[in-house]
């Protein structure tokens, strides 16, 4: 039996600019996050650590970053198997070039790259990326060999089924999966973890262990991936401590202190959320974002709020605006530019304007 | 429209409650809490608002109730049609009754009928125009509101007393600091020109680290390279090195052999010059040997015998000069002697020519004393003369600028007498045409006197025919005066102006003759005794003449009277009332005499002669100045030169320097000097050989010897044939294989390579230096370009918001504008006839500008306008009223809604409260009006609606 933990886009030194100043402290997460992976991989007996691509977010990791993965990767009693990705891609100033590995570490760096680990009976085999838009298919020539009892493949690239991160660059057809022959088939470029098994050949993306943007809400494993006579079995653990996720938020009717109340119910220190607020807003009642931010941001470890909420004309009803009263010329003049709005921005700030007359006419204190 | 009746049920504290409106005014009465304010708020329930349950229509339902309220409103239109509006807020529902079409429950229906009755179907419009609230009139009567303010607010459509001026300044406010220090530095900007600072201040920061960073980066792969680099050039030299160090053995021993080759043959040569040296001065020796004495002989000695020889070929020459100059003294002396004698003789002849030249020049000097004591004399006698003659040309000049003057004096005198020539010929002219006026009048005259007289006479005989007769005697007296005196005789007239005349010519020819002296002799004092007299001759006998004539004054004239004649009677009766008319003495004008202009003097002084003073002027005619003498001083003659000097010569210094010769070559052992040049010579030669050899022979050896060369040339051999041995070894055969250029290129290929690692290990430690000092690091770029994000998200919501703010001023200032534009255009002549009826006829004319200021005809001083503030606070009151109905007419053009009072009038005094009743009563004939009130001050006047509880007052 052969036990295999299987990672990708580790990201490390990836510039967070979602996050804003709280880009570092994630920075600094992802590192320990990766360190918690080595450790799990030591304190658990694995064989052998594989990660597919995508190690450090570009070729230029900060001295400490390089150190700290050294030093981690280092002190692992196992072999560790490294294919670079299209972040980290191998061309002739490739950060791996300057890395000095220590021994118990493999870089995959031929294509393809056959590296046989007698000890394990394993051989893995891959295609490092040498540029960072590719279109060579990432599993071109591999296929498996019997020089030992376990093939696994490794790749960075993107399945070619339909879905939310279809792309045509660095593609990984499902039949070149199943044309492998291997045992299994570790994949990374997605952040979450997914199953693409072909035709008996097991095959996983394992997911990002911590989220590298906003909308990745599934992210946060590792696949730990157990070789043996009586099967193949691959799970998906969780490793991340950051997590993200997304509220839609129906405003209508909800006055400020309500939509904060609804995003605080949300809370969470090691979360990210991606608020949208949607519905209709009435036209006297703004909804400041700024206010409603202030209010909760505190509470996550990012919030972002975005107002798709529309002011919903139709829903205005002209009595109460008569024409004859300044609020009723104002209320058409501003409908009429928020039916002429060409974009999105225009619109907003044409509605906000709306409420903000409607509000300051009524003697609200919205200023 | 006009409402009729209103039922409510479980409304507030009305918890059933009916009640009917007339017509015109309606006074609803009752003390505070008695429900007055719900059934206000019930009316405009029951007409506008939706029977929905929600938490504004909650607040209205009873205390206690469990089921929601029922309003039913009966109304009719401006026809006179009748409807039924029932709102049941317990079910949701509603129905209007309408006349004769029947019960509809449709909303849209319903609101369109309220609309069409009512004028609107907005509950905001309806309640800020027609409703008159009592706090309304109180702000404006406390100056806490202006009116316009106020008609803003009802046109802003608020319902919280905003106005939209105050809404555009709270923008205005707020986009001025949301812009602070955006355009401008400021302490504390605000949001925008924060977070726009904030950008900026971080993209510089960013590019500045990224410049750094990428810096970082391409050093620390140059210096990946350089170790990369290195690594190369040591594989490559390490081999390259050895070969070239055995080529370089090689070269060294080749050249030690080929040294030690060299200096073998070098020292066996010089031992071979050594051995010439001292054969060449061996043989030197032996030649000295062979000539005796002579090399005994110093160069000294030598050049003493040929120094002594030269002395006496110099003194034989020396001899041979003396015979020559000895005959030339001979030839020059002879010379000498004729010359001195030719002297004497020149010398003779000047001092006779001296002598006669002196003579000559001592009579010229004679002479020339005497000529200049003459020259003396003259000038004294000419200045004497001038002296005397000084003051007579002075006055001589003095005459001569005086009459100048006079003669300028004269010119103007004539152009002034000209010019009086012409006045005196116009001046005649018209005296001539009086004259002959006046003797028409005379003549005229006369003939009028004639006629009187004739007329008088006439007059006296009817007087006397009517008084009965003639009577002759007693008229001769009247007829006395009447009789003109008669002028002198013809002959004596004539006389006299001949005797005139003669005087006349004779003063003229005495003046004219004053002239021509003056003019020709310049003789002043005679030629105006002349002229005087001419003058006076002239009008003495002309004045009379000139005056008129010269028999009978006019005066005399006048008092004559025309001689009468004697009438026929019939002519007397036809004439008697015919007086004749004096004729009109003719209208003289005064005319004076040009003047004529004065003569001028002529000066006294040049009237005076002058004399010359009676002195000869001396003459220098008698002065001759005498002749210097021509001839010039002999020159005295040159003396001869001196005479020649005698030469000299010793011969017996010529006879001594021969026979010491002669001694020293005996000495010598030499015949003769030049066998003793000869000798010595050969001796010099052999000397010189000798010392050439050894000198040569020294150069060689220097401080070694000739055994020493011979053992430094064994040692030679012996190192070359050492090299030899070298030279033969297996691994230098080998590397003595490599070619020239081989070894060239190996050499050249080493010494590349030897610098570029030299020049990538300084690199590298450069680099090395250099990156470990790192002074921005990759995770501080990350953080700042994390941070730039952040900001430009910042910076990106302040843009919006600030577009916000300002769309949001400039919309609502131009509904502002078009709204009250509109409110200003109708406003002004509705609120002017409603004031002028409230106010009976006080204030007829209003004017509204565009921001809704009122102004009013001043009654007290027509064509002034007055502003509302000046107004007493009834007149504003009224103002205020007519301004809100004439805004009732603007917004409802078509209907007449009911106007519904608040008790506006809580505060007035009586005197006001009276004036503000009549208005209502006066305005309540046109439209129904609803007056909500806890007062009994309006007892008197209405139909009265009683609260519950209330009693009803006794008339």
Same mark, same amino acid.
């Given at each position: ?367 | ?159 919280? %007393? ?30 925008? @020109? ?39 050039? @040591? ?24 040294? &030690? ?30 000539? @005796? ?206 005797? +005139? ?115 000869? +002027? ?84 220097? %401080? ?136 009976? @006829?006080?204030?007829?004319?209003? &004017? ?53 009072? %608040? ?53």
């Amino acid at each position: 039996m052969t036990r295999i933990l299987h990672t990708a886009d580790v990201h490390l030194d990836a510039p967070f600019h979602f996050l804003g100043e709280k880009g570092a402290a994630h920075r600094q997460q992802i590192r320990q996050t990766f360190g918690r992976i080595a450790a799990l991989a030591a304190e658990e007996h694995y064989d052998l650590l594989l990660i597919a691509g995508d190690l450090f977010n570009d070729n230029h990791p900060s001295r400490d970053t390089q150190h700290f993965m050294l030093s981690r990767l280092a002190a692992l009693p196992l072999p560790v198997c490294i294919l670079p990705g299209n972040h980290d891609f191998l061309d002739r100033h490739s950060v791996y070039h300057r890395l000095a590995l220590p021994p118990n570490v493999h870089l995959l760096a031929e294509r393809p790259s056959y590296l046989p680990f007698p000890e394990l009976d394993l051989t893995i085999a891959g295609n490092p990326i040498h540029k960072y838009f590719d279109d060579t298919p990432q599993l071109k020539s591999i296929s498996r060999d019997d020089s030992s009892r376990w093939f696994v493949a490794v790749a960075h690239g993107n399945m070619q089924v339909p879905g939310p991160f279809a792309a045509t660059s660095r593609p990984i057809e499902p039949q070149a999966i199943a044309d492998t022959g291997a045992d299994y088939v570790a994949l990374g470029d997605w952040h979450t973890f997914a199953d693409y098994s072909q035709a008996g050949v097991r095959a996983y993306y394992s997911g990002a262990p911590e989220p590298t943007s906003i909308a990745q809400t599934k992210t946060g494993t590792v696949s730990s991936v157990t070789l043996s006579e009586n099967g193949i079995s691959v799970t998906p653990l969780q490793v991340g401590a950051v997590s993200a996720g997304a509220l839609e938020l129906d405003v209508t009717g909800l006055s400020e202190a309500e939509v904060i109340a609804a995003i605080q119910a949300q809370a969470a220190s090691n979360r990210i959320l991606n608020v949208t607020l949607t519905g209709l807003k009435a036209a006297d009642s703004l909804l400041d974002l700024e206010t409603i931010y202030e209010a909760t941001a505190s509470d996550f470890y990012r919030l972002q709020l975005k107002d798709k909420a529309t002011l919903g004309l139709e829903q205005i009803e002209p009595n109460e605006f008569p024409e004859a009263f300044v609020v009723g010329q104002y209320v058409r003049m501003l409908a009429d530019r928020i039916t002429e709005a060409t974009d999105e921005r225009e619109q907003r700030v044409a509605e906000q304007a709306l409420q903000l007359g409607v509000a300051l006419l009524k003697g609200h204190k919205v200023l | 429209m006009q409402l009729e009746s209103i039922h409510v049920e479980r409304f507030g504290c009305l918890h059933d409650f009916t009640t009917t409106f007339a017509p015109g005014l309606n006074v609803i009465r009752g003390p505070n809490e008695s429900g007055k304010s719900t059934l206000h708020q019930a009316l405009l329930m029951a007409l506008m608002a939706l029977p929905n349950q929600n938490k504004t229509t909650a607040e209205w339902c009873s205390w206690g109730s469990q089921q929601w309220y029922l309003l039913q409103l009966t109304f009719t239109d401006a026809e006179g049609n009748q409807y039924q509006l029932t709102k049941d807020f317990d079910h949701g529902s509603q129905e209007l009754v309408l006349p004769n079409v029947g019960t509809t429950r449709s909303r849209e229906h319903i609101e369109e009928t309220v609309e069409t009755v009512l004028g609107t179907r907005s509950l905001l419009m309806f309640q800020s125009t027609v409703c008159v609230r009592q706090d309304s009139l109180d702000r404006i009567a406390d100056g806490r509101t202006e009116i316009a303010q106020s008609l803003e607010t009802i046109v802003t459509g608020s319902e919280d %007393d905003v106005y939209t001026a105050q809404a555009l300044k709270r923008l205005d406010n707020a986009i001025r600091d949301f812009r602070k220090g955006f355009s401008r530095t400021a302490a504390q900007p605000g949001p925008l @020109g924060r977070t726009r600072d904030e950008q900026i201040r971080l993209e510089r920061l960013v590019t500045n680290y990224a410049a750094t960073v990428q810096s970082q980066e391409a050093d620390e792969q140059a210096l990946e390279e350089a170790k990369n680099r290195l690594a190369e050039i @040591g594989e490559e030299l390490t081999p390259l090195t050895a070969t070239w160090e055995q080529a370089n053995r090689l070269r060294e021993v080749q050249a030690d052999f080929k040294k &030690w080759a060299e200096a073998e043959q070098a020292l066996e040569s010089k031992l071979s010059q050594v051995r010439s040296a001292q054969r060449e001065i061996d043989d030197a020796k032996a030649g000295l040997q062979t000539l @005796g004495n002579i090399t005994q002989l110093t160069e000294s000695d030598v050049r003493k015998a040929n120094d002594l020889a030269s002395r006496i070929k110099a003194l034989q020459e020396e001899r041979a000069n003396y015979e020559t100059a000895l005959e030339e003294y001979e030839r020059e002396l002879a010379d000498h002697r004729r010359r001195q004698a030719d002297y004497e003789l020149a010398q003779a002849a000047y001092e006779t020519q001296m002598a006669t030249h002196e003579e000559a020049q001592a009579n010229y000097q004679e002479a020339m004393e005497a000529y200049q004591a003459a020259v003396g004399q003259y000038e004294q006698d000419l200045a004497a003369y001038q002296e005397a003659w000084r003051p007579y040309e002075q006055a001589l000049a003095n005459q001569r600028g005086e009459s100048e003057e006079y003669q300028s004096q004269l010119e103007t005198y004539r152009q002034e007498y000209a010019a009086y020539e012409v006045e005196l010929a116009e001046y005649e002219r018209a005296k001539g045409e009086q004259d002959e006026l006046l003797a028409e009048y005379e003549q005229a005259y006369e003939a009028y006197e004639q006629k009187l007289t004739e007329y008088e006479n006439h007059r006296a005989e009817v007087e006397q025919s009517d008084a009965g007769g003639d009577v002759p005697g007693q008229r001769q007296p009247a007829a006395q005066p009447a009789q003109k005196r008669k002028p002198s005789g013809p002959t004596e007239t004539t006389q006299v102006s001949a005797i +005139r005349l003669v005087l006349i010519v004779f003063g003229m020819m005495i003046a004219i003759t004053g002239v021509l002296v003056l003019a020709l002799a310049r003789s002043f004092l005679p030629a105006v005794a002349l002229l005087v007299v001419g003058i006076a001759v002239f009008l003495a006998s002309a004045w009379p003449m000139l005056r008129g004539n010269g028999n009978v004054s006019q005066k005399d004239r006048s008092k004559s009277e025309p001689a009468r004649a004697k009438l026929a009677p019939e002519q007397l009766q036809a004439t008697i009332l015919e007086r004749p008319k004096a004729p009109e003495r003719p209208k003289l004008l005064l005319l004076t005499a040009p003047r004529s202009p004065v003569l001028p003097q002529p000066p006294v002084s040049t009237s005076e002669k002058l004399l010359a003073p009676d002195v000869q +002027r001396p003459s220098p005619r008698d002065i001759s100045k005498p002749v210097a003498p021509t001839e010039k001083a002999p020159l005295p003659p040159q003396p001869p030169p001196p005479p020649p000097t005698r030469p000299n010569f010793d011969e017996q210094r010529l006879a001594a320097a021969v026979a010491e010769l002669q001694e020293r070559l005996e000495t010598m052992d030499c015949s003769t000097l030049a066998e003793l040049n000869s000798r010595f010579a050969e001796a010099e030669a052999f000397r010189g050989r000798q010392n050439t050899a050894r000198s040569r022979l020294e150069g060689l050896l220097g %401080d070694s010897t000739v055994e020493a060369l011979e053992q430094r040339r064994r040692e030679a051999s012996r190192q070359r044939r050492d090299a030899q041995e070298i030279l033969e070894e297996p691994q230098l055969q080998q590397a003595s294989r490599l070619t020239p250029i081989t070894y060239n290129h190996l050499g050249t290929r080493i010494t590349q390579l030897g610098t570029e690692k030299t020049e990538l290990l300084e690199k590298r430690q450069r680099l090395q230096i250099k990156l470990e000092q790192q002074p921005i690091s990759r995770e501080q770029l990350l953080q700042a370009e994390e941070a730039l994000e952040s900001a430009r998200l910042a910076n990106a919501r302040a843009q919006e918001r600030i577009d916000v703010y300002e769309l949001t001023h400039e919309l609502l200032g131009l509904a502002r504008t078009r709204t009250l534009k509109r409110a200003q255009e109708r406003l002004g002549p509705q609120t002017a006839g409603y004031l002028g009826r409230l106010t009976r @006829g006080r204030y007829q004319d209003a &004017w509204i500008d565009s921001e809704l200021n009122i102004e009013l005809q001043d009654p007290a001083a027509p064509g002034q306008r007055v502003k509302p503030q000046y107004l007493s606070r009834g007149a504003q009151d009224q103002l205020y009223m007519a301004a809100r109905l004439a805004l009732v007419d603007l917004l409802f053009p078509q209907t007449r809604p009911p106007i519904l009072l %608040d008790d506006p009038f809580v505060h007035f005094d009586p005197e006001r409260l009276a004036a503000a009743v009549d208005m209502c009563c006066d305005l309540a004939e046109e439209r129904q009006i609803l007056l909500f009130t806890c007062s009994d001050n309006y007892n008197h006047v209405g139909h009265h609606i009683l609260m519950p509880g209330v009693q009803p007052v006794e008339s």
